[in-house]
């Protein structure tokens, strides 16, 4: 480098970071860049719509067992969808006419069992069938559950401020009786700071959620079933949750929380996005990738989509992607949306199939890059490489002292190309950079230069 320049040049990215005094090497805003290459930067994988939902029908579920299972609303009531993979589900199971619309689905015993087919009391709330059985589902009573998790060969079910567990190995029965001695079904109310919104089994544990606290159902069978509190820090809405690379994330009111057996601790700081709290509309949906977290947040600040490198610990941001929840299928993502089920992160060398990569919307900005000199600047530009798939516009902007973003130039690509910028204001002491572009591509560096001229201030 001239020994009259000067020059920031930003090469190792190290993901998303709104905090106050973040590093050069960090971005302030992103849009469809993929938490997966950093330190390098890159968009995200092309999205492919592989199964849509019927007129009249919305996704309200997924679940994978044997199977997968997906359930929708349609007029009111659930349709159940079934198959081996995404992209050949079909229609198993309608619900009657008077019956509801359910996301409260699992498998006991190998058979598919769906909650909340109804509300009122001593009705037959719950559907049990076979795969081979769906024509003619079983239907009991049983209560109304926010969620509810497999343990200990029962199924146990969280509502309000108490726990119901079905009698061992017999989901048809709920009503305790004393005469079934250890085995009867169970039922017990708790004193809790709030009601009950989640649980899941994690490391062959039962945890469950309130907004407020996290506990863990400890026990072997109806005489000794009790809950133990683990922290004060709980989980904001059932699809809020999922495990990656063996640790436990969740969503509390105060942002991401990872778990791994002892304490929570969040991991969203960088991001500094805290959840409304439900009782003001938000909420929140969690999803597993290949070594990547999916974090959606939909609040009264909109809709948006966060990835979590979780070998690396950065953050991206992709867009508003409106996913009602999640799920990991053979090491792959897919998000359903109301309308749709798509793929998430394939593999790209072998990404062959029609999807959204030449179509989406892509930006960053970087955080303030300082010019603070005692000497006058004579000329300054910026300088970054691009790498394109197919030929598109990339434009740049500059936001100098925190003012307005300016565009200062555009250029059309195809392949990889260094572009070099002029800006005209030589003058400033911090300088922000914004690139926005259309379909996917990398960014190996930025660099803002600058020369000295003139006497010393």
Known sequence: MNKNQNEVMLKSFNGLDKRAGAEENTLIELKNISS????????????KKLFTAPNGE??????????????????????????????????????????????????????????N????????????ASDTT???????????????????????????????GCKLGDIAVWEVKEEDGKDRAFLKNFELKSEFTACKTYKNRAVFFTKDEMLELRGTNA???????????????KEAICEVDGMLYFVSKEGVMRYSGNTPIIVSDSICDKVYRASNGGRAALGAGIHTLYALFDDQKGKRLYTLNTEKGVWAKEDDFAAVCFEKIEGFSFGATKEGIYSLDGDEADDIFENDKDSFEWEIITQ?????????????????????EKTTRTEVYVSLDRGEFELVGAVISEGAKTVCLPLSQKEYDSIRIKLRGRGKCSIPYISRVYSFGGEAL
Request: with cysteine; proline share 2%; hydrophobic share 35%.
């Open 117 to 128: 087919l109804k509300t009122a009391l001593d009705t037959q709330t719950l559907m049990v």
């Open 36 to 47: 997966k290459h950093f330190p390098s930067l890159k968009t995200r994988c092309g999205r």
């Open 223 to 237: 005489d000794n079933f009790d809950l133990i509190k683990i922290a004060d820090v709980g989980c904001i809405n």
């Open 134 to 164: 769906m024509d003619y589902p079983l239907r009991y009573e049983a209560p109304t559950f926010n969620d509810v998790v497999v343990f200990e060969n029962r199924v146990i079910g969280c509502r309000k401020k108490q726990l119901r």
């Open 368 to 388: 303030d890059i300082h010019s603070y000199c005692t000497q006058k600047k004579r000329g300054s530009k910026i300088i970054f490489r691009i790498e394109n």
């Open 58 to 115: 919305e996704i309200l579920s997924m679940f994978v067992s044997s199977k997968i299972y997906v359930t929708t609303n349609k007029n009111g009531h659930t349709v159940l969808y079934s198959g081996d993979s995404i992209d050949n589900l079909t229609a198993v199971f309608e619900a009657n006419d008077d019956e509801l619309a359910s996301s409260v689905i699992t498998r006991f015993n190998n058979k598919v069992c769906i909650f």
